[in-house]
């Protein structure tokens, strides 16, 4: 088992930015997969970065060159650098671990991003 608890949401206003961390803990394999997905009211969730533990990363189209993910494999912890957030970019943002040795995933349990404009 492993348990994700993210951290960093809030209100910002547009043009600002937030930094989302989450960390992990229990049971964890070195090679895996951590990152980043939301949920916009009425939408459904998708994906927004991710990072394996090698280093390669995969972003959204919508925020390439505005977000960045990085993490700290000593610490289990994953990070989301958002700046020049957008009101789209509105949304319940969830930590996601995927374990690569048991195909396992894991997801935390939400932090509210909210941009006014």
């Known amino acids: 088992q492993v348990q994700l608890v993210e951290s960093g949401g809030g209100l910002v206003q547009a043009g600002g930015s937030l930094r989302l961390s989450c960390a992990a803990s229990?049971?964890?394999?070195?090679?895996?997969?951590m990152g980043w997905y939301r949920q916009a009211p009425g939408k459904q969730r998708e994906l927004v970065a991710t990072?394996?533990?090698?280093?390669?990363?995969n972003y959204a189209d919508s925020v390439k060159g505005r977000f960045s993910i990085s993490r700290d494999n000593a610490k289990n912890t994953v990070y989301l650098q958002m700046d020049s957030l957008k009101p789209e970019d509105t949304a319940v943002y969830y930590c996601?671990?995927?374990?690569?040795?048991?195909?396992?995933?894991?997801w935390g349990q939400g932090t509210q991003v909210t941009v006014s404009s």
């Open positions: 990072m394996t533990s090698g280093g390669n990363t």
């Open positions: 996601r671990h995927n374990t690569w040795a048991t195909g396992h995933v894991y």
């Open positions: 229990g049971t964890i394999f070195s090679i895996n997969t």
